[in-house]
């Protein structure tokens, strides 16, 4: 493998061509096709919601693939995929990559279970923009280590990040690493976002969500570098807000919105 | 057609009849079955616990039927149908009418989306006693309008009266037409309820919730009209409560809750 | 049937087993394979995170049974059993007592539903370790009462200790009986629980949930009566601050979750 990139650091919010994607995501409230895990659908739509997105969930066969193309972006997450909602994720990935649908790739625990690593197999030839995950999801997806336990990372991703480069030189895609510091690369160019919150692990559908944002700014931003890297700097300034007011993992998703709603609605809509 | 009757506003709450509504809610407690789509039934769960009405989401085709007759009414929400859950809800809609349990129906993106559209009038021929929805909704099912994106209406409420009124008459079925102002009508009279915040648009399940509400509302209530209408009176004012003890998306959804919680609260149980 | 045994108030939190018990599982953060209803999904994994415990949701065939014999715990909920779910829930309680693998069956509306009665039986042959369940539930699977209304309980938990006697010492399960007050026995000792808030009966997912902090404390504890135990001590103390700190339904969830958070975070991780 050639060498990793460059490191750039993103430290700012909202730097300009961040509030111009955020800008133009108000302006036009993308349609986003969720096909997402059966724990975080609520969160999802209300974080969508939250940044002035519109979401809607078509899962079953005879919607699926026409609902891809017609939306503004797609997210496929496969937490609790099932038998069914496997061929409804392979269907709609496959219309995606026809309609040149943009969409995200989110593969929950993949390299962890086989079925679930068989099916994200199956949607990587359908050429997902961005692929996003953790350190133990995107080291299996590159060939290396043996998967999480769970849905839960063991590994940091600062070990990650050779994978992460090789994955998207592999794949085609841009790909999001989470955790603790989160790095986004299209191959080339490497940044790296921190801040959030410790407390973010501890409140269920995060990392889901983060998905969904990436796939909303799919629709708007100029690359899929732009709108990952701004998607994962949204959420570590509302993480960072929302821990000064809350109490608790409880208070703390709610306040989250509550941040979410702020940050975006501070930034004037954008046409074009 | 004929006409549209003449407009009745609807502004205070409670007015005694509501408070009556709301009171016998309170005594017995209904149970009240549903099937709505995945990305609400926690929050529809809370938000009929809230006002003292007992859910049930019950979906197996083993069960739903026999359970459409022992509830004390159904709620069918077409959001996330799938093959599988439209034979179940057919199925319940059906041993509902035969066992006269009153139910609404809330046709989530019909005409927007084939599958769900066809589903939607078999559904209808089993005669619900409400049915709920936003203007393109309504506009599809009275026969106008190409219905609208996603779940999303284009076309404000006020736009979409005429088909309401329409599509009550040729339904027999009380419609509610959900949007910056709610109508509601028979076919006879029509109701309109100002109100509510516009925050509720960015806070998901709202809609699908007041359908739920409905539905625990018809079996307490003399006419299909007076328990949607109470219901669409009861949810402007908490969401208008709600709206000034929030500071976003997230805590709006928390208060609103709260504020379902306090308002029904406040009345005294009647019996009968 | 033999004599009921005699009664034991616990009363206090912490005591140190119970401290003990909470330490561990922050030191060890297990994985908690659920199998839960669609209406909680998303509740229950957030009281899982705030205890220190790892949820994860494994719901297809494929996968169900090997992720039951690599968790830490199984919970097998039945609020929304279908056709489909019900041969995963089969197919990883069998894993679970093949791998022994501890399991807490929470057996929602059974005795009121024909199809989930006869599921939840053959889950029984699989001897949970713990099972979890309103007044009617269990009156019905010792085979006394006819079974609840819906998800609700008709029976207070107080007429039905006779019954979690009998099913404890029938089933080799510590039977855990949630109502005002929580009663927990192996058959041989019996324990009650006071406290928590009525509101919780006004909160969907809080009993669901006590059985999934069961399970998480079952991969810990030395023996399934002090898991239970232990969970409902937990339950009752949070609730009892939550109720401080809440304003009505929608507020009490955001606090229960601080809450549980808080008193957990206090104790110090203990390992072994």
Known sequence: MSSIPFLTEIREWPDERISIVTGRLQHKTPLIHC???SVVTNFTA???LAIGASPAMVVTPEEAADFAR???ALLINVGT???FTAGVMRSAAHAAQQASTPWVLDPVAAGALAFRTGVVGELLACKPSIIRGNASEIMALAGRGEGGRGVDSLASSDHAVASAVSLARSSGAVVALSGEVDYVTDG???FAVRGGSEIMTRVTGTGCAL???MAAFLSVAETPLLAASAASLLFAEAGRGAAEHSSGCGSFAVSFLDALDAITSR???VDG
Do not use: K
């Open 35 to 37: 096909i997402t895990n």
């Open 46 to 48: 209300n974080v969508l």
């Open 70 to 72: 017609i939306a503004d």
């Open 81 to 83: 995929v099932t038998t």
């Open 188 to 190: 080339e160019e490497l």
């Open 211 to 213: 998905g969904a944002v």
């Open 267 to 269: 930034v004037p809509p």
